[in-house]
């Protein structure tokens, strides 16, 4: 089979739940963090240094690869993995997110999506069909279907309602377009934006598909925290707890630690190594600006507690010293950035296997939060999965 999940251990109290996906190139233990590589290659690191930081999937992005390096090369070379040398698990997008992020680019209709390219102004027609047949030629362990994508705070009620119908259609499209069923596992992507009925609805038709896992997409675009959790919950309410459940472009600690709470398995974002190429690395408390003057002469590491090979060599000294000049900062940060996801994943899991998880969830908030200050969306969303974090101050 193309995909084989199996869930080793529960936390007693919410849905969080620590799993084992088996996939062709690698076996990937959840909750994971995929790193995104868009084109191929992760900005500012190699593959054997992904590997070093116990990276066991990361994530790439079907309609750049498409244009370059395309499927003849892709094809020549047997695959990104082989392209890449990236010898673990990969997974794509389908290209659906380039509606929102090329939107002056694209013209969606019930066909696909028109998109002028923007590396040389040649139109190219992306179609359900299409998507797949790049994906399968990149070869993914794990690829997804093309949906018909809305950005998260539009209004035209119409339009969502289009748009998530529209998407079931095309994974109908995607499924019998699907060459290789046997290597590559289609995820259906549940949308709906914020309107729970639709969600519902799109979830509930996805489940009947013979597909090996589900993404939760539309989300994480810019809409409030207050609203972006309640359809998390629903999507992991809903869908089928014996197959893996993915939420797309999720990628900040508060927000990975509250969705594994919640029941998700798998996340993706692009925002450990682009917030590295502004200089800011990844701390429990959220992140340190290293171009700020106070790291000057601070000669200790990004996070003495890390073990990072930028944390055991270098100082914030030393990066404040090149951060806005030399490439090779970016690299460094980036190394740590990594780290510091997946160590924070790992220990999710460790705690959800040791049954402690809700011991970790809470001290890891009061980290983040020492004044006890939490957000609101924090504390409702907790408290939907018995993570009660008021017990941690109302005695004050």
Known sequence: MALTFSVQAECGVTRARAGLMTLPHYDVKTPVFMPVGTQGTMKGLLPEQLEDLDCEI???????????????????????????????????????????????????TEEGVKFKSPYDGSEIMLTPEKSIEIQNCIGADIIMQLDDVVQTTFQDNDRIKEATERTSRWLDRCLKAHSRPLEQSIFPIVQG????????????????????????????????????????SLGTEVLDTRRPRYLMGVGVAVDLVVCVALGVDMFDCVYPTRTARFGCALVKKGQLNLKQKQYETDLTPIDKDCSCSTCKTYTRAYIHCIVSVETVACHLISVHNIAFQMHLMRT??????????????????SEVFPNYNYPTWI????????????ENYCSF
């Open 193 to 232: 934006l914020l309107n729970s009925e639709l969600r519902r609805q799109s979830a509930e038709e996805h489940m009947r598909k013979n597909v090996n896992g589900f993404a939760i997409g539309g989300l994480s675009g810019g809409e409030a925290k207050d609203d972006f959790w309640p359809m998390v």
């Open 58 to 108: 990361i994530l790439g992005n079907t309609y750049h690869l498409g244009n370059r390096p395309g499927t003849d090369v892709l094809k020549k070379v047997g695959g990104l993995h082989k392209f890449m040398a990236w010898n673990r698990a990969l997974l794509t997008d389908s290209g659906g997110f380039q509606m929102v992020s090329l939107l002056k680019l694209a013209e969606i």
């Open 348 to 365: 999710m899991r460790e705690n959800i296997i040791n049954g402690t998880f809700v011991q970790f969830v809470k001290n890891f908030m």
């Open 379 to 390: 504390i409702n969303s907790l408290k939907s999965v018995g993570i009660n974090l008021c």
